[in-house]
Nanobody, 131 residues
Framework: QVTLVESGGGAVQAGGSLRLSCVAS?????????MGWFRQTPGKEREGIAS????????YYADSAKGRFAISQDEAKTTLYLQMNNLEPEDTGIYYC???????????????????????WGQGTQVTVSS
């Protein structure tokens, strides 16, 4: 059973920074997994922000995240991070981490930011950015 627990959310003023963490449950080898960060902002559907392949830390970002957000992992591959800089009020929402094992067939890169591609989800952490 894989569980994901996010933390690090909070309230910050525009221009500030936050670092979110996602701890994956133990007893699972996460090498070869895809991990992702998603967010759900008020009035919008959940959207993919960034994805990381644990074997080589290859990353893939949504256009909205490029230049401000950075996804990374720890050496043990059990904690995923999302560093968020220069936050804007539009970044307010619930942030989720997600995970899935590497598919055995080829796939299009854009799937890494698609909600239904992932099998495991955390409960989310709230981020509030005030102007």
């Amino acid at each position: 059973q894989v569980t994901l627990v996010e933390s690090g959310g909070g309230a910050v003023q525009a221009g500030g920074s936050l670092r979110l963490s996602c701890v994956a449950s133990a007893h699972t080898d996460y090498k070869g997994w895809y991990m992702g960060w998603f967010r759900q902002t008020p009035g919008k559907e959940r959207e993919g922000i960034a994805s990381l392949y644990t074997s080589d830390s290859n990353t893939y970002y949504a256009d909205s995240a490029k230049g401000r957000f950075a996804i990374s992992q720890d050496e043990a591959k059990t904690t995923l991070y999302l560093q968020m800089n220069n936050l804007e009020p539009e970044d307010t929402g619930i942030y989720y981490c997600a995970a899935r094992q590497r598919p055995y067939t080829s796939f299009s890169r854009y799937l890494r930011l698609q909600e239904d591609w992932y099998n495991y989800w955390g409960q989310g952490t709230q981020v509030t950015v005030s102007s």
